[in-house]
Nanobody, 124 residues
Framework: QVQLVESGGGSVQPGGSLRLSCAYS????????IGWFRQAPGKEREGLKC????????LTSDTARDRFIISRDNAKQMVYLQMNALKTEDTATYYC?????????????????WGQGIQVTVSS
């Protein structure tokens, strides 16, 4: 059974940094990918990054290209999202869903399992 648990969220001032963690289990390393998405109130779910667990291949959205970094530690079954130079518009609930294929899209439609999400609030 696939389980995904996000952690590391919280409140931070503009310009600050946070590292989100995603603990996964029940996921095959052969071809699976983990993504990072977010959803702000009243807005659509937005794909930020994904990474293929086997080889580390990743995709990034324009929004996340310059300030966010995705990484993985397969030995610990963890995927991370380092977020730097945070802005108030980064305030959202962040999710790390799993895709049973390699990282090839940031469309939420192909991601099968989702965690509960973690809140990130950026305010002064």
């Amino acid at each position: 059974q696939v389980q995904l648990v996000e952690s590391g969220g919280g409140s931070v001032q503009p310009g600050g940094s946070l590292r989100l963690s995603c603990a996964y289990s029940g996921v095959s390393l052969e071809s699976y990918a983990i993504g990072w998405f977010r959803q702000a109130p009243g807005k659509e779910r937005e794909g930020l990054k994904c990474i293929t667990l086997k080889d580390g291949y990743s995709l990034t959205s324009d929004t996340a290209r310059d300030r966010f970094i995705i990484s993985r530690d397969n030995a610990k079954q963890m995927v991370y999202l380092q977020m730097n130079a945070l802005k108030t518009e980064d305030t959202a609930t962040y999710y790390c869903p799993e895709n049973t294929e390699e990282c090839w899209t940031l469309s939420h439609l192909v991601y099968d399992y989702w965690g509960q999400g973690i809140q990130v609030t950026v305010s002064s």
